[in-house]
C-alpha cells in the first residue's frame, strides 16, 4: 500500500465555533494538524486577549487526551479595539495575529471594520510590534460584483495598507482570484496567503450541479476553473509565500440548507485527505509538505513541528454527517469516497 510520511502539518485559518460544538470539530482537527490559527468571528466576536484565553481554554478541553493539538489565538479588529488591545495581544503567548473582517463581507461580520482608515492608528501599533494582520480580502460595497470583490479589496484597499504599512506582516486569507495570486506573488515576502481545499476542487460550476448545493457555498464564493487552476499552481509551485488554510466553517444542516442559507464549507472532517488527493493529481505530492508543513510556520516565525503524519492510500467513505451539539453536521463530499486515509500523527512534544 502506497503511504506518505511527512511532518506534521497545521490548519493557518480554521473556525471550531464554541461550547457543545466544539467537541465534534476540535478533534478532527486535533487529529491531522498539531496547530491551528482559530478564527475569532464567534458572537460576540473574540476582542480582547482575555477573552481569547478563555476561548483557548475552552478548545482544549474539547482535545482528545491522545493528541497534542496547539490552538494559536487571535484577535477581531474592530474600530473600538485600542492600543492596548494590540499590545496585551502581542505579549500573549498565545494570541498570534488580528483578523480584519470587512463589515458585512461574511458570518458574524457585522462588527467588522467599515471605515479602514479608522483603524490605521492601530495597524501601526500592529506594524511596530510585529504582530500579523490577517484579512479577510473582499470589498463589501453592494455594488461590486460579487465575483469581483477579491480583486476590489486588493485594488482598493489592500494596496493602501501595504503603501502605509511597509513591514507589516499580512495574511491574505482564502485567496480565490488569480488577481490573488498574482499579487500576493509579487508583494513583499512579508505578505502571504492560505489556500482552502474547497477553492482548490471546485469552480463555480460545483455550486448549481444538477440543484443547488448549499454545502458548496462559501465566502469568498468559488469562482471560475482559470481561476481555480492559478490556485492549484500557486499551491504546488515554488513560492513559500502559498500555505495550507481550510477555513473550514461549520454551520447546522437547517442553516445551511434553509432559504437563506450560511456561508461556509465544513472540511476539517477530511482536511489533509483532501489536499492530499489534490496535489496528487496536480502530480505534485512531493510539494505537500512544503504548503502544509513549512511555509504556515515560517511565515509565523514558529518552529516547525517536529512530529509527522501518515497517510496511506486507502479509499474511504466521508459520512454522511456529524452530529454537531443537537444539531447535525453535513461535510464537504458527505458521502463521497476520498483516495488517501489519514492515519495519524507521531505525537512529538507540542510546538512551543
Ligand atoms: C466563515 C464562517 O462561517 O465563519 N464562512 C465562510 O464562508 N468562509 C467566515 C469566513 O471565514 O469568511
Ligand atoms: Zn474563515
Same mark, same amino acid.
Given at each position: ?80 479595539? /485600542? ?5 496585551? #495581544? +502581542? ?6 495575529? =488580528?483578523? *480584519?473582517?470587512?463589515?458585512? %463581507? ?110 458548496r457555498y462559501c465566502l469568498p464564493i468559488l469562482k471560475?476553473? /482559470? ?5 492549484? #499552481? +500557486? ?6 509565500? =502559498?500555505? *495550507?488554510?481550510?477555513?473550514? %466553517? ?103
Amino acid at each position: 500500500m502506497q503511504s506518505l510520511t511527512f511532518t506534521c502539518p497545521d490548519d493557518w485559518h480554521l473556525h471550531v465555533r464554541d461550547d457543545r460544538a466544539l467537541n465534534t470539530v476540535v478533534p478532527h482537527s486535533a487529529r491531522q494538524f498539531a496547530r491551528a490559527i482559530i478564527m475569532p468571528n464567534l458572537k460576540p466576536p473574540i476582542t480582547t486577549a482575555a477573552m481569547a484565553l478563555a476561548y483557548r481554554r475552552r478548545i482544549l478541553e474539547a482535545v482528545p487526551e491522545e493528541n497534542h493539538f496547539e490552538p494559536l489565538m487571535t484577535l477581531y479588529l474592530t474600530e473600538s479595539t /485600542t492600543h492596548d488591545d494590540v499590545r496585551a #495581544a +502581542a505579549e500573549s503567548p498565545y494570541i498570534h495575529a =488580528f483578523k *480584519l473582517y470587512p463589515a458585512g %463581507a461574511t458570518t458574524h461580520s457585522d462588527a467588522g471594520v467599515k471605515r479602514l482608515d479608522r483603524i490605521f492608528p492601530i495597524l501601526e501599533t500592529m506594524q511596530r510590534l510585529d504582530l500579523p494582520l490577517l484579512v479577510h480580502g473582499e470589498k463589501t460595497d453592494p455594488e461590486i460584483d460579487l465575483f469581483d470583490r477579491e480583486k476590489a479589496f486588493i485594488d482598493d484597499e489592500l494596496t493602501s495598507i501595504i503603501k502605509r504599512f511597509p513591514a507589516l506582516r499580512i495574511v491574505f486569507e482564502h485567496a480565490t482570484t488569480r488577481d490573488a495570486v498574482q499579487f500576493v506573488t509579487e508583494a513583499a515576502p512579508n505578505i502571504a496567503a492560505t489556500i482552502t481545499p474547497q477553492h482548490l476542487l471546485y469552480n463555480r460550476n460545483a455550486l448549481f450541479e444538477d440543484g443547488i448545493r448549499p454545502h458548496r457555498y462559501c465566502l469568498p464564493i468559488l469562482k471560475r476553473e /482559470t481561476y481555480r487552476k492559478a490556485l492549484i #499552481a +500557486a499551491a504546488t509551485g515554488e513560492s513559500r509565500k =502559498f500555505f *495550507l488554510g481550510t477555513d473550514s %466553517a461549520p454551520h447546522p444542516q437547517q442553516l445551511k440548507e434553509s432559504s437563506c442559507g450560511c456561508a461556509g464549507c465544513y472540511t476539517a472532517h477530511a482536511a489533509l485527505e483532501l489536499y492530499a488527493e489534490l496535489f496528487e493529481k496536480a502530480g505534485a505530492l512531493d510539494k505537500l509538505e512544503g504548503f502544509a508543513s513549512f511555509y504556515g510556520p515560517d511565515f509565523y516565525r514558529l518552529p516547525r513541528n517536529s512530529g509527522t503524519i501518515t497517510l496511506e492510500k486507502r479509499p474511504w467513505q466521508v459520512p454522511a454527517h456529524y452530529p454537531f451539539a443537537d444539531q447535525t453536521l453535513i461535510p464537504l463530499k458527505a458521502g463521497e469516497c476520498l483516495a488517501w486515509k489519514c492515519i495519524g500523527k507521531s505525537e512529538a512534544p507540542p510546538a512551543s
